[in-house]
């Protein structure tokens, strides 16, 4: 069974996107709400995953205003949401077991950021033999200004990679069409 996985899609992305940092799909919050309320609409399970970080100072610590879910990540009564302190969403948390407690082995993966935790959990459940799709207009990416890396870069890089060997990638409207 299919289940959507939105990952990461919390107020530091958006203070990100405040601040014009460098960015890819700057919309992908309307796509990613346009995939969740599909998914709703067929009784599919949406997912979703938050990251936490420890330190006081950081932007994803529960108390700072960066950790709360953007509204477009908002959990409906219900839907599953793992915490994880890690790159990969399976890694630090209790969702591939969740998965294949409830029988889903078709993932739609969808959040940010691009060259991290959507790289790290795409590969990683591709590992553990879970199908992976990728809407990429559904994906933020943001530049590594201290490595000179822009954007676009670091996103095409990412998704050649994961379209080579780890996930079928689309877009949200050929998704929405299904």
Known sequence: MRALIIIDMQMDMQHRLDRGQDSVNPDAGDKIAALA???????????????????????????????????CALA??????????????????????HLRENGLSDLTVVGAVAGFCI???????ADLGFRMTVPTDAVLGFSLPHANQSAQVIFDVTMAHLGADFAALTDTAALLDR
Do not use: Y
């Open 76 to 97: 409906a009564d219900g839907e599953a949401v793992f915490v994880k302190t890690t790159s990969s969403s399976f890694t630090s948390t209790g969702l591939e077991a």
């Open 119 to 125: 790289n790290s959990t795409v590969r990683h459940g």
């Open 37 to 71: 309320r599909h998914f709703r609409a067929q009784r599919l399970p949406v997912i979703h995953i938050r990251h936490r970080e420890d330190h006081p100072a950081s932007d994803f610590h529960p108390d700072a205003a960066g950790f709360p879910p953007m509204p």
